[in-house]
């Protein structure tokens, strides 16, 4: 059992909602704007699919995956949801491990996958404790994830990062997105403050944790320097070929405090435009 943690709230709330709705369509009008924040009465689980797809191509082009076979790779993607990249991934690797802490969302994947996706490739992976990944030491080719790292309490994203080092297979691929600190945080991270004690509320926590501004508000948990993941890296022991830190090009010098070397690679930065100002992505190649 999960423990009782304000950040799982919203995830468990909107899984609930999904639960209650027989229909795909019907589910990401009323839950998608977790994941891609779109509204509308007019979105489909296409539509929505769509928007996973462009992302999934675009990442796997800057990161460099075009250059690998992936149709002979595996990929983890660590907190799924619904599935609105996890489709694209099973038409371009040649098996998904999709994982999230919410069943419900999983549930939800692999009937988005089986729409828009190959299904035969997918399995689906609870991770029940916010942190711990039931997925072999060296068995996946590359874990991704995307949008979640900075959804969790800071523990768990940081055990999810050493989960995601143990199960990379050597010579493997590691793409974590994490979200750092920018000035409106001085705003920002007390309203989310606030917000998490709420959701814990039994009287108004669940009917708080379906309003999309509170939720917008609230499930900004979570900030990841660069230094205390890079030394999760080093603690590993894994051997690196590559440690690339990408991020949006008006900041600068992430890697101003962090060690020459890491894991027996030099860490570099790449600008990364598409990405979000507050957005870090830890790429690493395993030797
Ligand atoms: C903003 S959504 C992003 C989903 C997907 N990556 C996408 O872009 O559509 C964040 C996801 O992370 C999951 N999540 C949050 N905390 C998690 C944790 N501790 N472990 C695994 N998944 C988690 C949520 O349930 C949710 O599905």
Excluded at 20 to 47: I, K, Y
Aim: aromatic residues 6%; charged residues 25%; hydrophobic residues 40%.
């Amino acid at each position: 059992m999960a423990r009782r943690r304000a950040q799982l709230v919203p995830w468990r709330v909107a899984g609930g909602v999904a639960d209650e709705h027989a229909n795909a369509d019907a589910v990401v009008r009323e839950t998608g704007w977790v994941f891609n924040n779109e509204t509308g009465d007019d979105l489909t689980l296409s539509d929505f699919v769509m928007s996973g797809n462009k992302e999934v191509n675009a990442y796997m082009r800057v990161f460099g995956m075009n250059d690998l076979d992936t149709n002979s790779l595996s990929i983890l993607e660590i907190g799924s949801g619904i599935g609105r990249m996890t489709s694209r991934f099973t038409k371009r690797f040649a098996s998904v491990i999709a994982a999230d802490v919410d069943a419900a969302f999983l549930e939800r994947c692999r009937e988005t996958v089986a729409r828009h996706g190959e299904p035969d490739k997918l399995r689906t992976v609870h991770v029940a404790d916010g942190h711990s990944i039931g997925v072999p030491s060296d068995s996946v080719d590359a874990v991704f994830s995307y949008i979640t790292l900075q959804h969790c309490a800071h523990e768990d994203a940081l055990q999810l990062t050493s989960e995601a080092l143990r199960i990379v297979k050597p010579g493997g691929t590691v793409m974590l997105n994490y979200r750092t600190w920018v000035p409106a945080d001085v705003v920002l991270q007390p309203a989310g403050t606030l917000v998490r004690a709420l959701w814990k509320t039994k009287l108004v926590g669940p009917r708080i944790a379906r309003q999309r501004w509170a939720t917008r508000l609230g499930w900004q948990a979570n900030r990841v320097a660069v230094d205390e993941v890079l030394s999760l890296v080093s603690q590993s022991g894994r051997s690196c070929r590559e440690v690339l830190v990408f991020h949006n090009p008006s900041r600068r010098n992430l890697l101003a405090s962090s060690p020459a070397t890491v894991g027996g690679a030099r860490p570099e930065e790449r600008p990364l435009p598409r990405a979000n100002k507050s957005h870090w992505w830890l790429i690493l190649r395993l030797s």
